[in-house]
């Protein structure tokens, strides 16, 4: 007998296509709720982690809206949404020509603080991991990370010194993530900050705060602190 060819998983892609066609056809109304990943992942065969990046397209396309416990609701008007993905310094720095350098300011495992505590739902007594961080393009202050690590959803981050590789390149390659909430402000540059950045304290600056989660457990939060003139552009 010949051998039989293997089965092919089936991909986000292909998941996404055929949830479009299910909801172009009224299979569930509009505003109702999407089956779960759970469920959705039992019917096509596949790995949950595989519905949640079809899901979460269909959410960046405007489809349906995802929200933390609530579920997956189909928009009865899809809307168009701004998308912003995890930009790597590196790629960013090096997409205007410039050099890039890292460098690792401080790093140390500590009790989560009150805030962070409160901020991603931990346990008193949890241990994060906190590193501060700088980005450079051609030598001149970039971009200053201020990160911190749940350590009890990612304990492989606790054995990686992060003196050659930025902590948000190891994340985006090490770890998904299922829901992100991101803030921006304007700031005034504390001390410390602009030290690092060679600006005087209280220069205005560029504020980016973004906490990933990964089926409700927090992995990360991190505030960003752009050099003063920065800009940020996206598109929808």
């Known amino acids: 007998m010949a051998d039989q060819p293997e089965k092919r998983g089936v991909t986000f892609r292909e998941i996404k296509s055929d949830l479009l066609e299910r909801i172009a056809a009224g299979e569930w109304a509009a505003d109702g709720i999407v089956p779960g990943e759970v469920e959705l992942a039992a019917e096509y065969g596949c790995a949950r982690a595989t519905v949640n990046r079809a899901l979460r397209d269909l959410a960046e396309d405007g489809v349906v809206e995802r929200k933390r416990r609530a579920g997956t609701r189909i928009l009865a008007q899809p809307v168009r949404k701004a998308r912003f993905d995890i930009p790597i310094s590196r790629t960013e720095i090096e997409a205007t020509g410039a050099r890039y350098r890292y460098a690792l300011v401080d790093r140390a495992i500590v009790e989560a603080p009150g805030w962070l505590r409160a901020r991603l739902a931990l346990d008193r007594g949890a241990r994060v991991l906190h590193l501060t961080c700088m980005h450079y393009g051609d030598g001149a202050p970039f971009q200053f990370e201020d990160r911190w690590i749940n350590l009890s959803a990612l304990p492989k981050a606790e054995s990686q010194n992060f003196e050659a590789q930025g902590p948000n390149e190891w994340l985006v390659e090490t770890v998904p993530y299922s829901d992100a909430e991101i803030a921006f402000s304007a700031i005034g540059a504390s001390p410390d900050v602009a030290e690092h950045l060679s600006c ?37």
Do not use: K, S
């Not at 205005?204 to 089926?215: A, C, D, K, M």
């Open 200 to 236: 005087d304290p209280n220069t205005p600056l560029f504020r980016i705060e973004r906490t990933t989660w990964w089926q409700d457990v927090a992995i990360t939060h991190v505030a960003l602190m752009f050099r003063p003139g920065h800009r940020m552009t996206t598109r929808y």
